[in-house]
């Protein structure tokens, strides 16, 4: 059963150097995710990722088209989508002088739901830093905590935005392996990426997306035997990298 069903889905935004003008950031995608899937959105810088995401978690305003999440429409009920979301976002600010645990707390009050902090830190593998600031963490201890916060109403489907960027490889490393576990509790995840490793690594399916629009959307390895420019052939050769390349006409980074 399709968990998310997006239709249409648009986000103009005024143009930098003219602001009576607009630009389609978000340009009518439509795809659906199934219960329990890791379906990645992959692009560059500016493809419209985030947005895309900030209008399915009801932070942004959707100008046209239309989202649903577990059957609620994320345009007509937004708060109650919050209640079956996971948000973990690119950058997380906190209240000054809270520990991890005092901050899960507060985040689960929030909530109206009584949580279990160490439960939750030992899930993102943090137990032992109950104590501390966010700010004496790691950057891959940032993410992990960013996620543990995100759990705390225990939700259906968590949005992660480029997770792992900024990580060093075992981070990067430690971070899939808590996605691929946390999945397996049969929570749907929907990450952005510009990493062509990570969105083949994790992801069941992936959206190509570029200059607003899903330009391609499969397995990755349905993907690559469909676009990879080299013949098919075992083993596979052509990697997501080649298939980015031959749907959009440019490289993935500069
Ligand atoms: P991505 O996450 O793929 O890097 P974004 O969704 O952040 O892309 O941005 C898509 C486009 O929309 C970019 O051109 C970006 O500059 C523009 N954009 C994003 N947010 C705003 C905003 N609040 N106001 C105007 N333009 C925006």
């Given at each position: 059963m399709a968990i998310i069903e997006v239709e249409n889905l648009t986000k103009r935004y005024p143009l930098p150097?003219?602001?009576?003008?607009?630009?389609?950031?978000?340009n009518g995608i439509s795809f659906k995710i199934e219960e329990g899937e890791i379906y990645g959105i992959l692009g560059p810088n500016g493809a419209g990722k985030t947005t895309t995401l900030e209008m399915l978690e009801g932070l942004n305003?959707?100008?046209?088209g239309t989202a649903f999440i577990n059957g609620v429409d994320v345009k007509a009920d937004p708060y109650k989508i919050k209640e079956i979301?996971?948000?973990?976002?690119?950058?997380?600010?906190?209240?000054?002088?809270?520990s991890l645990v005092e901050l899960l707390t507060l985040f689960g009050a929030l909530y109206s739901r009584e949580v279990n902090p160490e439960?939750?830190?030992?899930k993102v593998n943090l137990?032992?830093?109950a104590k501390a600031k966010p700010e004496n963490l790691s950057g891959g201890q940032q993410q992990r905590f960013s996620i543990a916060c995100a759990l705390v109403n225990n939700p259906k489907v968590l949005f992660l935005d480029e997770?792992?960027?900024?990580?060093?490889?075992?981070?990067?490393?430690n971070l899939w392996d808590l996605v691929i576990e946390l999945n397996e509790t049969s929570m749907t995840i929907v990450l952005t990426t510009h990493n062509m490793e990570e969105a083949e690594t994790l992801c069941e399916r992936i959206a190509i997306m570029d200059h607003g629009k899903i330009v391609a959307e499969d397995t990755p390895q349905n993907l690559i035997l469909k676009h990879a420019a080299e013949p098919p052939k075992a083993p596979l050769h052509g990697n997501i990298e080649d298939v980015f390349l031959a749907l959009t006409g440019h490289a993935l980074r500069d």
């Open positions: 150097d003219n602001k009576s003008e607009s630009f389609f950031a978000v305003d959707i100008d046209d979301i996971g948000v973990q976002l690119q950058a997380n600010q906190y209240f000054d002088n809270l439960f939750l830190l030992g137990l032992d830093k997770p792992t960027t900024g990580l060093d490889p075992q981070a990067k490393r």
